[in-house]
């Protein structure tokens, strides 16, 4: 019975394209068909989200902005002052990084988009997490005069039995798709011990959870102006502080230190310019 397949002889090796280039107007994530029982299980447990689950997409980052570039909160117009390059929230904090960029806050399709890459180990998802961070960290690095070829990509550290249990270091994955469309390049200079999860422990206690659990494990490479850490979600900033209290550069030639995340936790009573409107975010019905 003729079913309509030809044969082809001899058979031939598939071929590797790579990925395409992300561009501002392209969805969060390529067309990914999940069926049967696995599309019910991350429904379920995820949420049925077009940018987690890979159906048709718009979705752009918030305006660059729409955060404080130093502690990442969502402000409003006019809400950081360009003098220090603070706003009002954390102006009285001693934050040991000088720059934090972000593509939103951790809500909505972009939390779907964290979750999938660090729980259902879906790297494509990360990856272009990844590569759309990496054109906003170029911009920022070209604004403040540094050259994207000096500056080292440090991934937030995971405890080595943790990693090998859940199957995917989603900051390291992450961090890969910063350094496709920035140029820049990756030095895991730190490690972190075993320990609780910050997830698992209150906001109050994270900063005394993680104290002294993440450590150097290699030096900084002489020819680098600026160590850009690289995570998933900025919550309480506990994480981000024990690294850089990890890498404490010294000296007058000492690098700065800049951190870049996919998204930022959203604090009672502040909402993002992005989230009041749709014309940044645009999503087609699952």
Known sequence: MDTG???????????????PQHTPTRSLVAARQPQGLIHQIEAVWLGSASVALGHANNWTPEPIDAACPRCARSVGPGEFSPDDGR?????????RWERL???????????????????????????LLGRMLGERLVTVLGDAGL???????????MPWLRRMRRGIDHAHVIARGVAETSGCRIEPLLQRRRGTAQTRV??????????????????????????????????????LDACCRALAPRGEDAP???????????EPGRRGRARAGTAERSVSPA
């Open 87 to 95: 706003c009002t929230g954390c102006r009285p904090e001693k934050l």
């Open 5 to 19: 397949a030809k044969l082809v002889w001899p058979p031939s090796e598939p071929s590797e394209t790579p990925p």
């Open 256 to 266: 700065r230190i800049w951190a870049a995340v996919a998204c930022a936790a959203i």
């Open 147 to 157: 050259d994207p070829a000096r500056a080292v990509l440090v991934p937030s550290p």
């Open 202 to 239: 209150p906001a109050s206690a994270r900063a005394s959870n993680i104290r002294g659990q993440i450590t150097l494990r290699a030096g900084v490479p002489a020819d680098t102006d600026v160590l850009v850490l690289v995570d998933d979600v900025r919550t309480t900033g506990a994480t």
């Open 101 to 127: 960029i972000r593509l939103g806050e951790f809500d909505d399709d972009l939390r779907r988009a964290v979750l999938e890459t660090k729980y259902a180990r879906w790297r494509k998802q990360g990856t």
